[in-house]
């Protein structure tokens, strides 16, 4: 199954000031994940984010906060966003059939919200070099049970070109001179 852009929203998981800094490879997980929600925002997939009690956490890191100017926010005492029932009912609102997930920590929110989604018969796809944990072997383990729960793990570029469809047309124009290198 491919994902399709009016079908498919992403969801963008707890990438906050107060947990950023204790994430292995940090960097490079939020310079993917600006480069992910930069192409949803530009092919108008809906972007929803949420934030893992920001009262303690910190908001979402002003790096990504720049370019989810239109994401739809949602704060979470819950790890899995699905468990808390405001998170659960702005994406159930929107009905998507697919549902793109990046953030942090792998093994404990994009785990569980995931698992989640997949419970409530959503597509489900894990960006995975969009996600982090703080320990790399945390990550791994959760890679192979999501992939074991029917989740598919996948690339920013993958999901770039599945919602651009194909070639020649002004968005994969602008995709690719702008994103793809």
Known sequence: MLIHPDKSCLLVVDIQDKLVPAIH??????????????????????VFT??????GLGHTIEALKEVLTDST?????????????????????????????IGMEAHVCV?????????????VFVVEDCISSRNPTDKACALQRMRACGIHIVTREMVAFEWLQKAGTPEFRHISQQYIR
């Not at 940090?26 to 480069?35: I, Y």
């Not at 949420?50 to 009262?55: A, C, D, L, V, W």
């Not at 949602?74 to 549902?99: G, L």
């Not at 785990?111 to 597509?123: G, N």
């Open 73 to 101: 926010y949602m704060e979470k005492t819950f790890f899995s966003c699905m468990s808390e029932p405001a998170c659960n009912q702005a994406i159930n609102n929107k009905r998507p059939d697919q549902v793109v997930v």
């Open 50 to 55: 949420s934030e893992q009690y920001p009262k």
């Open 25 to 46: 490879q940090r960097e490079t997980l939020v310079e993917n994940s600006k480069w992910l929600i930069e192409i949803a925002n530009f092919l108008k997939v809906p």
């Open 111 to 123: 785990l569980q919200t995931a698992i989640q989604l997949r419970q409530q018969a959503r597509e």
